[in-house]
């Protein structure tokens, strides 16, 4: 039994007074992935069941395109207020978009909308949650703790 304890904590680092920062982490950066892996495919072949595959470099330039003003607008907005509140706010605002979105699906340019909100939820909310964890984390936590916030990405992408 403490072989298996040492062999823990020889992976996981993790000291006391971590646990909940790190396990936060943990689930949020695994079920943002896990999120994302799922509603890209569906996004994708929604699209692709009402239009032609010739509409996807389309799709792609308005994907950018409000990639760009999101980054803008959300970079303006994070500035003046806490990371707390842009962290709420975008979790908030993204929860309430894919219900829209889910309600309004039945109409034909809904599909662009899901299809650009996908590739924008993942740019943000990944980003985000590792600029969460450098707030939480100093430079000796994170070199310990930061592998296993990957594996939590890695098996939200499996």
Known sequence: ???????????????????????????????????????????????????????LPQLYILIAAFGGVLAYLYSRVAVKSSLRTAVFWTTLLSVASLIGIWFLIHLPWMVYVLNIWVGLFSIILVSQGWLVASNLFDAREAKRLYPLLGMAMVLGAA
Do not use: C, Q
Request: a positive charge; glycine letters at 4%; proline letters at 4%.
């Open 1 to 55: 039994m403490n072989r298996l304890r040492s062999l823990r904590r020889h992976m996981f680092d993790i000291r006391p007074g971590e646990h909940l920062r790190t396990w936060a982490m943990f689930f949020y950066l695994m079920f943002v992935l896990f999120a994302y892996y799922i509603l890209k495919p569906v996004s994708r072949g929604l699209f692709l069941t009402k239009f032609d595959v010739d509409k």
